[in-house]
């Protein structure tokens, strides 16, 4: 099993910047893709980030593109997601999730609220 436990949330003003962990107990987290999905209250979950195990590629949402960054750091069992210039409607709990099929485990979440 693998275990993952989100961190890093918090209230902050529109136009500022938070990072999240998710850090992963297990022997297989390097091997496997991790992504960030979130959550707003009365909507689906929905895709933010992922980062590829092996080349480190990455990927975003249209809507995140070039505010947020993933990273990683495979000694620390860590993944991070450097949230800037944050706007209102990026107010959503902030879940990791990873697994050999993609969505197989996910954390508990932290929550991100934006104020105007």
């Known amino acids: 099993q693998v275990q993952l436990v989100e961190s890093g949330g918090g209230l902050v003003q529109a136009g500022g910047s938070l990072r999240l962990s998710c850090i992963a107990s297990?022997?297989?987290?390097?091997?496997?893709?991790v992504g960030w999905f979130r959550q707003a209250p009365g909507k689906e979950r929905e895709f933010v980030a992922v980062?590829?195990?092996?080349?480190?590629?990455?990927s975003y949402a249209a809507s995140v593109k070039g505010r947020f960054t993933i990273s990683r750091d495979n000694a620390k069992n860590t993944v991070y997601l450097q949230m800037d210039s944050l706007k209102p409607e990026d107010t959503a709990v902030y879940y990791c999730?990873?697994?050999?099929?993609?969505?197989?485990?996910w954390g508990q979440g932290t929550q991100v609220t934006v104020s105007s």
């Open positions: 980062i590829n195990w092996s080349a480190g590629s990455t």
């Open positions: 297990g022997r297989t987290f390097s091997s496997y893709n």
């Open positions: 999730t990873t697994g050999p099929r993609g969505h197989d485990y």
